[in-house]
């Protein structure tokens, strides 16, 4: 297939968890404005606060913004938003996760309030299934618990990956078999550009879950594939995939798979589900530049390297992006589509 020299290079550290469903480390930087956006969690029927909520800001296609999780109040706050609709999606152990969407597009919302259904441990999600609690979270002792939320908290929201590796260190002493803090684990060395050390906790999670958290299985499978462990690291990432569906770091891992064995319908189907899932991630784009290359479909290549330029547009990559968009311009300008290639 054509390769072009922009793509090169991706590797896992550049990925990141979608927030509706946990996966890879995600850099996103608010647009700085005025709006702010306040309130609290609460349970439904008590009214009581709800603590070390989850609570996730996405834009009005999914993609993440920002997270953070709720004090002893039960409450949250995010600052320097632009005018906007927005999606809340909160999770809570304990509790049914709820998805709210906000309209910011006149002002703040100051003092919403959202309420959480209460479930039962039989009623949870099955490991690996997405933004719900999985019946084996809910049994882990309650400061293992606190201490994942905590180093959650840390890592992505404060950006403190060597505070947030103490925190779930520390879960799992408490609870050895603990496979969520394990990936969390390998997050936090990911943030601290130790990928063995990654690695090797990611592997930890896999098998103390019995391969049954998704997200571990996608991190994982990612890196063996990387390193051309094609048996196992497939295995992985397809088994990660399908039972997290919505994970747009599986979904790009998988297009990446299938293009390079020439399944180029297959890559295509999932490179547009990852930028559906993450439409602010750039190496998405990249992916599906490649693809529309190999297809000499030039106009969507254009429309391709057009979404990439708006959010790497100063880079070397970014700079490559633009030289390549104007080759391809050229080309439909002076050739009919199916005659038209780039060098």
Not at 18 to 42: C, E, I, Q
Not at 280 to 302: C, E, G
Request: hydrophobic share 40%; with cysteine; glycine share 8%.
């Amino acid at each position: 297939m054509g390769r072009i020299d922009f793509f090169l290079g991706v590797v896992l550290c550049s990925l990141a968890i979608p927030v509706a469903t946990p996966g890879f480390l995600v850099t996103s930087v608010l647009p700085f404005s005025d709006f702010s956006l306040t309130g609290s969690v609460s349970s439904s029927g008590t009214n009581q606060s709800v603590p070390d909520a989850r609570v996730v800001l996405c834009d009005e296609g999914g993609a993440l913004l920002g997270e953070t999780v709720t004090g002893d109040s039960g409450s949250f706050s995010f600052q320097g938003l632009r005018p906007a609709h927005y999606i809340l999606r909160i999770t809570a152990t304990g509790f049914e996760p709820g998805e709210f969407p906000v309209d910011l597009s006149y002002g703040s919302d100051r003092g919403i309030t959202v309420s959480l259904k209460p479930i039962k441990a039989a009623a949870a999600a099955v490991p690996g299934g997405g933004n719900t609690i999985s019946t084996h979270e809910l049994t882990v002792p309650p400061a293992a618990r606190k201490l994942l939320d905590s180093g959650r908290r840390k890592l992505h929201t404060d950006k403190d990956a060597q505070g947030a590796l103490r925190d779930f260190e520390s879960a799992i002493k408490q609870a050895p078999d603990f496979y969520e803090a394990y990936y969390e684990t390998g997050m936090a060395y990911l943030a601290l550009q130790n990928p063995v050390e990654a690695e090797k906790q990611f592997r930890e999670s896999v098998e103390v879950s019995q391969k049954g958290y998704a997200d571990a299985n996608i991190a994982l499978g990612t890196i063996l594939l990387q390193r051309n462990e094609l048996s196992e690291g497939e295995s992985l990432l397809r088994a990660g995939v399908a039972g997290n569906p919505h994970s747009w770091p599986g979904q790009f891992e998988l297009g990446q798979l299938e293009l390079s064995r020439g399944q180029v319908e297959l890559a295509l189907q999932a490179a547009k589900q990852a930028a559906s899932l993450a439409p602010q991630q750039p190496v998405v784009y990249r992916l599906l530049a490649v693809i529309y290359l190999s297809q000499k479909d030039f106009s969507s290549l254009a429309s391709a390297l057009d979404s990439y330029i708006a959010l790497d547009p100063d880079s070397p990559a970014g700079v490559r992006a633009k030289e390549l968009r104007a080759e391809a311009q050229r080309q439909l300008a002076n050739s009919p589509p199916d005659a038209v290639a780039v060098k």
